[in-house]
């Protein structure tokens, strides 16, 4: 779903278009049209991206906030001060065998949210590693 709020004029395509069609249609919609040619690709600097920020956004966005409130899961601004790191690295790695191991922490989470328990994401320890640094960065 694409817009142009202030004239008020929306359109719908599936994502998995053509990707040049979809260029095209959008390119049209909006009046983006330009005679002049395109900038090449070969061109483009690289893509910085904070893997961190990307990690969270993906995974744990969907039940955590970070400065905003509970959700589905805790509030996470703050963990890393609250929370000792090698166990926040743990339980970010394997959940699910925390709480089984009949951790403490994991089962008073679990419990106040509803039972709820948090998924194994299946993270390798350099995607822990970013996420725990986004976290700390985050919350300063």
């Given at each position: 779903?694409?817009?142009?709020?202030?004239?008020?004029?929306?359109?719908?395509?599936?994502?998995e278009?053509?990707?040049?069609?979809l260029?095209?249609?959008?390119?049209?919609?909006?009046?983006?049209?330009?005679?002049?040619?395109?900038?090449?690709y070969?061109?483009?600097q690289?893509?910085?991206?904070?893997?961190?920020?990307?990690?969270?956004r993906?995974?744990?966005?969907?039940c955590?906030?970070?400065?905003?409130?509970?959700?589905v899961?805790?509030?996470l601004?703050?963990?890393?001060?609250?929370?000792?790191?090698?166990?926040l690295?743990?339980?970010l790695?394997?959940?699910?065998?925390?709480?089984?191991?009949?951790?403490?922490?994991?089962?008073?989470l679990?419990?106040?949210?509803?039972?709820?328990?948090?998924?194994?994401?299946?993270?390798?320890?350099e995607?822990v590693?970013?996420?725990?640094?986004?976290?700390?960065?985050?919350?300063?």
């Amino acid at each position: 779903m694409l817009g142009d709020e202030p004239t008020g004029q929306w359109m719908q395509n599936s994502a998995e278009d053509n990707p040049r069609f979809l260029a095209s249609t959008i390119e049209t919609f909006l009046g983006w049209r330009s005679e002049q040619p395109a900038t090449s690709y070969a061109e483009a600097q690289p893509l910085t991206l904070d893997r961190g920020r990307y990690v969270f956004r993906t995974r744990c966005l969907g039940c955590h906030t970070i400065g905003k409130g509970d959700v589905v899961g805790p509030d996470l601004a703050g963990v890393t001060a609250r929370r000792d790191s090698a166990w926040l690295a743990r339980y970010l790695a394997e959940p699910d065998r925390v709480l089984a191991a009949g951790d403490p922490i994991a089962a008073a989470l679990f419990a106040k949210y509803h039972q709820i328990p948090m998924p194994n994401l299946k993270l390798d320890s350099e995607d822990v590693a970013a996420l725990l640094s986004y976290l700390e960065a985050q919350s300063s």
